[in-house]
């Protein structure tokens, strides 16, 4: 079991920063491919980046050259580090963990979720 804790969501307006931090508990966290999804209202939940390993990263077009995920295996920590800021970025944002180092079995594990406002 992987429990995780997401923080530093808020509001920003346009063109501004946040950075988004997902502790992580349980089992060992190095051997899991973390990732950050957001779901807006009205919508569904979407991927917005993901760690695989080997260090592969992938991104959502919509979010590509604006945010970077990291992680800090130390501290059991991922980041999303989110600049350039669009009123549609506005979403709830979850920490997600897959049961293993890859995503080929979908998201096992999800965080309680923080709320990124973004004002025009």
């Known amino acids: 079991q992987v429990q995780l804790v997401e923080s530093g969501g808020g509001s920003v307006q346009a063109g501004g920063s946040l950075r988004l931090s997902c502790a992580a508990s349980g089992r060992p966290f190095s051997r899991h491919a973390l990732g950050w999804f957001r779901q807006a209202p009205g919508k569904e939940r979407e991927f917005v980046a993901r760690s695989w390993s080997g260090g592969y990263i992938d991104y959502a077009d919509s979010v590509k050259g604006r945010f970077t995920i990291s992680r800090d295996n130390a501290k059991n920590t991922v980041y999303l580090q989110m600049n350039s800021l669009k009123p549609e970025d506005t979403a709830v944002y979850y920490c997600?963990?897959?049961?293993?180092?890859?995503?080929?079995?979908?998201?096992?594990?999800w965080g309680q979720g923080t709320q990124v406002t973004v004002s025009s």
């Open positions: 997600a963990a897959a049961s293993g180092s890859n995503w080929y079995n979908g998201v096992a594990y």
